[in-house]
């Protein structure tokens, strides 16, 4: 479910933006989110706010992840805005 990058940093697909998030757990400089500790069925706090720019403008993802499930929130301009989904197994490129 998860990939973890250094001691501090974890990823996941979002299956809305169709691309990775980030976020940083633990102790440490910058915005810190908890972590249950399991790579199968995360649960993140607080939400997680990711905004970006595309070639066609700007972008919002907004969602709470809980035990392995993504909700994603009604102010995200993707196609999940409002519903909540698995979170996709980690897809190692061999």
């Known amino acids: 479910m998860l990939a973890k990058s250094e001691e501090d940093m974890?990823?996941?697909e979002c299956p809305g933006?169709?691309?990775?998030h980030g976020i940083s757990h633990g102790s440490g400089e910058g915005p810190r989110w908890g972590w249950n500790g399991d790579v199968e069925k995360p649960t993140f706090t607080p939400s997680v706010l990711v905004r970006y720019r595309?070639?066609?403008?700007?972008?919002v993802c907004h969602s709470f992840v809980t035990?392995?499930?993504?909700?994603?929130?009604g102010d995200c301009t993707?196609?999940?805005a409002g519903q909540t989904v698995e979170l996709p197994d980690w897809e190692d490129e061999a």
């Open 17 to 20: 933006c169709d691309m990775i």
């Open 54 to 59: 595309w070639s066609d403008g700007d972008r």
């Open 10 to 12: 974890l990823f996941f």
């Open 78 to 80: 993707h196609k999940l």
């Open 67 to 73: 035990h392995g499930r993504i909700q994603f929130l």
